[in-house]
């Protein structure tokens, strides 16, 4: 079955650490995103993808960095961890636009402190 | 600006009804997604509305006015296991989401 997985699942760092979150999605999808979620907030975008080379800065991307060298990975770097960053991530992916039911499918999560 | 509304917490009792509101005000529009997550686990697709009116998925029902740019999501017969946070969320025109905080529905016995 088709899946989207994340690692690592929890993750405690200290500030002004270089972490990368991974993400990896067996769906064959071309869209991918990566979200933070905090207590009180919606789910905010932090950068996104809609293909092989293609990346783009979200709502919340200052602080963050991704690559997509392949379909199926789309780690995201916190190049100096701050505590700020202290969240619950999610990545998701999704169909093209129009091929589909637009439905986003989500990574289990990864939460991250910075001490 | 893009803001989307939802009441932060409902209380509901074991085997009744429930309705859930969710305004949105976004850039563009291309449907209007329901999704559960329950305390530390991942959001899940409930429903996705694009044309107005109802859509029927078991105990759960979803309604859409785009003029009024309004949807409720209803829960039916409560159930213990429907205690989780339902998110609200609209596709906007980059088709990209704008999502609610959420609302937490607490079910009571």
Redesign the interface.
Known sequence: DAEITQSPRHKITETGRQVTLACHQTWNHNNMFWYRQDL??????IH?SYGVQDTNK?EVSDGYSVSRSNTEDLPLTLESAASSQTSVY?CASSED?GTG?????????TRLTVL | GQNIDQPTEMTATEGAIVQINCTYQTSGFNGLFWYQQHAGEAPTFLSYNVLDGLEEKGRFSSFLSRSKGYSYLLLKELQMKDSASYLCASLDSNYQLIWGAGTKLIIKP
């Open positions: 009180g907030h919606g789910l905010r975008l996104y979200g999610f636009p039911s637009n439905e986003q499918f989500f990574g289990p999560g």
